[in-house]
C-alpha cells in the first residue's frame, strides 16, 4: 500500500509555510490543483491525500514556478511535452538543475544535523 500524504503534510515537505504564523499555506496547493490536471489528490472523509507521484510532481511544478520563475502556462506546457523526456542528457537541463536543488536540499539539512550532533553531542550515549 502507498503512503499517502495530507495536504498539511505536503505544505511542510514544500516549505510552503506563512514566516509570520508558522501555518501552512494549503490554499497554494488548492490553486495548483486546480490549474494543473496532473494533481488529483484522493479525498478521504472530505481531506486531501496525495500519492508520491503526486507529490513529486508538485516538487517540479513549485521548483519551476518559485525557483525558476516559470509562469503558469510555461510550467502546463513544459509538463504536456514531459519533462523527464525532454532533457536527459543535458547538464544545464531543467531536470537537472531540480535534482541539483533536491541534492542541494538535503546536504544543508545533512550538514546541519551533523553540526548540531558536533556541538551538543549525541544524546543517551553510554
Known amino acids: 500500500m502507498k503512503k499517502l500524504i495530507n495536504i498539511t503534510e505536503l505544505s511542510k515537505i514544500l516549505n510552503l509555510i506563512d514566516p509570520e ?4 499555506l494549503n490554499y497554494i496547493l ?4 486546480k490549474e494543473f490536471k496532473e494533481i488529483r489528490p484522493k479525498k478521504i472523509n472530505n481531506r ?3 500519492t508520491s507521484e ?3 510532481i508538485i516538487k517540479k511544478i513549485k521548483f519551476l514556478l518559485k525557483n525558476k520563475g516559470m509562469t503558469i502556462s510555461g510550467v502546463k506546457n ?3 511535452t514531459n519533462i523527464n ?3 536527459v542528457a543535458n547538464n544545464d537541463g531543467l531536470k537537472a538543475d531540480y535534482y541539483k536543488n533536491i ?3 538535503k546536504s544543508k539539512f545533512l550538514l546541519s544535523k551533523i553540526n548540531k550532533l558536533k556541538k551538543h553531542g549525541k ?3 553510554s
Open 21 to 24: 504564523t508558522k501555518k501552512p
Open 30 to 33: 488548492r490553486y495548483w490543483e
Open 48 to 50: 486531501r491525500y496525495y
Open 54 to 56: 503526486q507529490v513529486e
Open 78 to 80: 513544459l509538463l504536456k
Open 85 to 87: 523526456k525532454l532533457d
Open 103 to 105: 541534492l542541494k536540499e
Open 123 to 125: 544524546k543517551n550515549s
